[in-house]
């Protein structure tokens, strides 16, 4: 009777757990025995790992073979247990040593001829696993350039098992990181290629400058959109703990590039309007896998035409919006994954939407059924609105003093870096994260200033919410004015983006 261990990672969302592999070969008839709450794809290990281990040069141990996964309560997803356990039997068997096997993970898929797939999920597993003071990893060749973004921890890559048996026998080295180049950052388009719209730009810029919400209304071809695709642009680039967050994420996702494996820049998400809610919010059988929400973390999701996504997708999205993140329960466990983003809606104003609102053919009652598709509540939780109004001269077209995103971004990085170092000891980053009862209490502003605000409360014009969403526009107005506190036409200016009935 011989037994070994070994270890790898188990994700739930981008959270891992390390996994300890045991081993042990023991009298009675040939068997393969898998315990510790596999799904059907790790249950499909043993067959796989059986046939890489002959088809290296080894005999598959005669006799009853258990695998035991500890802890042996928490849910076991995919196949980046498959390295894990052949070099757990490879060493309960005596063909090779279990000495390089303590404080090593080893994550990858085993195809049938031995060779070592990659897995998603890599980079947070390594992460697990730092955590939990392992200091060595193996890896798929193919995912080192993920693990080489972990600091702390020796990673190597190695293309077959047999190159994994020849290292735990000392006989040959893995192959090793190599260090990252220079990533060249995307092109973005600039904001002087939008004409006109001076309302717009100003929303945008003070979107940007806060980490507020914001709908876009107009007809087609104003420049919506235009103005959405730059939003990026006007953005600081992502702290080190947020990038590597960011990139978890879509190293679960199976989306990181080789080039540019670390995402440094806000991502910019816009799925079509036919998205499922589970592509959106995230879902999956087993355990859930994460949405175009996730994928937005930290950056911007942009609907656009979004009064055609529906309202169940539409109203899956309050809860997110209020927590920063998304909790999805299935039977085989509950995950979290992070959803800190800016919502950019766009709408056309009705559904016949000309170029002109005198030529709408549409009643006031299909007017309001088209708008009525984003509820009050999803409102409520959208900081500016902005509407967008046709081109009406050739001459517009030929005005140069538009700004551009380099100028734009300077004054918004200005004004992110005052609320920066306002919040610093409190931990948040932006105005448009910032609860609201500190506001009201800790930073509460003199009462001539809010006194519009206790107007629009008392005519029902606006919500407690809204009024929160108001004193978070006004500090970010107050940011981009050089000021130290709102005062009155910051608050008004506030009132007019979110309501103008309210002002």
Request: hydrophobic share 45%; aromatic share 4%; with cysteine.
């Amino acid at each position: 009777m011989a037994i070994a261990k070994a270890w790898s990672v188990a994700l739930l969302g981008i959270d891992g757990r390390v996994i300890e592999i045991e081993a042990d070969i023991g009298g009675g008839l040939p068997r393969v025995t898998l315990v510790g709450l596999p799904d059907a794809g790790l249950r499909e290990a043993k067959d796989r790992v059986r046939s890489a281990v002959r088809n290296s040069g080894q005999s598959w141990p005669e006799g009853k073979v258990t695998l035991g996964l500890s802890p042996a309560n928490l849910p076991k997803v995919g196949s980046g247990y498959d390295l894990g356990i052949a070099a757990a039997v490879l060493a309960a068997d005596g063909k090779v040593p279990a000495t390089k096997l303590i404080g090593t993970v080893l994550l990858g898929e085993l195809a049938l001829d031995g060779r070592i797939r990659t897995i998603r999920g890599v980079l947070p597993g390594l992460l697990a696993a730092r955590k939990a003071g392992i200091r060595r990893a193996v890896v798929p060749v193919e995912s080192l350039f993920e693990a080489a973004l972990v600091d702390g921890v020796e990673a190597v890559g190695a293309s077959r098992l047999t190159d994994v048996m020849a290292w735990l026998k000392g006989e040959s080295t893995l192959t090793e990181p190599e260090p990252p180049g220079p990533s060249e950052p995307p092109s973005v388009p600039d904001l002087a290629d939008v004409i006109g719209q001076p309302e717009a730009r100003w929303a945008l810029e003070v979107a940007a400058a806060g980490g507020h919400h914001l709908l876009l209304t107009g007809p087609p071809g104003v420049g919506k959109t235009m103005l959405a695709k730059r939003l990026p642009g006007l953005l600081p680039p992502l702290s080190p703990e947020e990038s590597l967050q960011v990139t978890a994420v879509h190293s679960v996702d199976g989306s990181l590039s080789v080039s540019s494996p670390l995402v440094t820049v806000p991502p910019f998400v816009a799925p079509h309007h036919s998205i499922s809610v589970a592509a959106l919010i995230g879902g999956g059988s087993g355990i859930a896998v994460p949405g175009a929400i996730s994928k937005a973390h930290r950056g911007i999701l942009f609907l656009d035409e979004a009064c055609e996504f529906g309202a169940q997708r539409l109203e899956s999205l309050r809860t997110v919006l209020e927590d920063g993140e998304v909790r999805i329960a299935r039977t085989r466990g509950a995950v979290s994954y992070p959803a800190r983003f800016q919502l950019v809606l766009a709408t056309n104003p009705c559904p016949c939407a000309p170029p002109k609102e005198a030529d709408c053919i549409c009643s006031a009652a299909a007017r309001r059924r088209y708008l009525g598709r984003l509820s009050g509540p999803l409102l409520d939780r959208v900081d500016l609105r902005a509407t967008l109004r046709p081109l009406t001269a050739m001459r517009a077209h030929a005005d140069g003093d538009q700004e551009s995103t380099q100028a734009v971004r300077e004054r918004v990085l200005l004004a992110r870096r005052r609320a920066a170092d306002r919040w610093a000891e409190r931990g948040w980053q932006s105005n448009a994260e910032v609860p609201g009862p500190v506001l009201r209490k800790d930073f509460a502003l003199p009462g001539n200033v809010t006194e519009l605000l206790d107007k629009g409360l008392d005519r029902g014009v606006l919500t407690a919410r809204g009024a929160d969403r108001c004193l978070r526009i006004s500090w970010t107005l107050a940011d981009l004015a050089n000021r130290d506190q709102p005062d009155a036409d910051h608050v008004a200016a506030a009132l007019e983006f979110r309501d103008r009935k309210a002002a």
